[in-house]
C-alpha cells in the first residue's frame, strides 16, 4: 500500500543537467511542514508502524531554493515524486531515479540519518551529503540538504 502525503508542504528535490563535482548527485529541501511530514513517516518506517513504499509528491525547484546552494543560474530538474523504501540492511543507502520518481532505500542507521538530516534543515543546517556506504560511490548518488 502507498501512502501519498499531499498536505504536507512544501518538498524540492532536484540534480542538476550539467553537474560539476561539487554539485553532483540530489538535492533536497523543504519547509518546516514537509520537514515534520517527512521525519514523521521515517519514524514511523523505522518503528514499522508505517509500511513502505511511502510517497511525496515534489515541487519544481524554484530560483530561490537554488540560490542557497547559490547554483541558481544552473538548469536543474526535479522527479514528480520521493519514494521511501526501507531496507534490511542497517547500512544500506541508495537512490534510483526511475519514470520521474526518486527512490530512496535505506536501512535503520541510515533512516536516521536521514531523518536527522531532514530535521537539520529546520534548523539551518546544510550543505552536506549522505552517501551509499563503498568504495565506489558514484558522484551522482549523494543526497544534499539545504535550508
Same mark, same amino acid.
Given at each position: 500500500?502507498?501512502?501519498?502525503?499531499n498536505?504536507?508542504?512544501?518538498?524540492?528535490?532536484?540534480?542538476?543537467?550539467?553537474?560539476?563535482?561539487?554539485?553532483?548527485?540530489?538535492?533536497?529541501n523543504? $519547509?518546516?511542514?514537509?520537514?515534520?511530514?517527512? !521525519? =514523521?513517516?521515517? *519514524?514511523g /518506517?523505522?518503528?514499522?508502524?508505517?509500511?513502505?513504499? #511511502?510517497?511525496?509528491?515534489?515541487?519544481?525547484?524554484?530560483?530561490?531554493?537554488?540560490?542557497?546552494p547559490?547554483?541558481?543560474?544552473?538548469?536543474?530538474?526535479?522527479?514528480?515524486?520521493?519514494?521511501?523504501?526501507?531496507d534490511?540492511?542497517?547500512?544500506?543507502?541508495?537512490?534510483?531515479e526511475?519514470? $520521474?520518481?526518486?527512490?530512496?532505500?535505506?536501512? !535503520? =542507521?541510515r533512516? *536516521?540519518? /536521514?531523518?536527522?538530516?531532514?530535521?537539520?534543515?529546520? #534548523?539551518?543546517?546544510?550543505d552536506?551529503?549522505?552517501?551509499?556506504?563503498?568504495?565506489?560511490?558514484?558522484?551522482?548518488?549523494?543526497?544534499?540538504?539545504?535550508?
Open positions: 500500500m502507498t501512502a501519498k502525503a498536505d504536507g508542504g512544501k518538498l524540492y528535490v532536484w540534480t542538476y543537467l550539467e553537474s560539476t563535482k561539487s554539485y553532483a548527485g540530489w538535492h533536497l523543504a $519547509d518546516r511542514v514537509a520537514c515534520a511530514r517527512l !521525519s =514523521e513517516v521515517i *519514524e /518506517l523505522s518503528a514499522g508502524s508505517l509500511r513502505a513504499p #511511502q510517497v511525496f509528491p515534489v515541487s519544481p525547484v524554484t530560483a530561490a531554493v537554488l540560490a542557497v547559490n547554483n541558481r543560474r544552473a538548469k536543474a530538474r526535479s522527479p514528480r515524486e520521493l519514494r521511501l523504501l526501507t534490511p540492511d542497517p547500512r544500506r543507502f541508495s537512490l534510483e526511475r519514470d $520521474d520518481v526518486l527512490t530512496i532505500s535505506a536501512g !535503520s =542507521e533512516l *536516521e540519518e /536521514l531523518r536527522k538530516s531532514i530535521v537539520g534543515i529546520t #534548523q539551518n543546517k546544510g552536506f551529503a549522505m552517501t551509499a556506504d563503498g568504495k565506489r560511490r558514484p558522484p551522482d548518488h549523494r543526497l544534499w540538504f539545504w535550508w
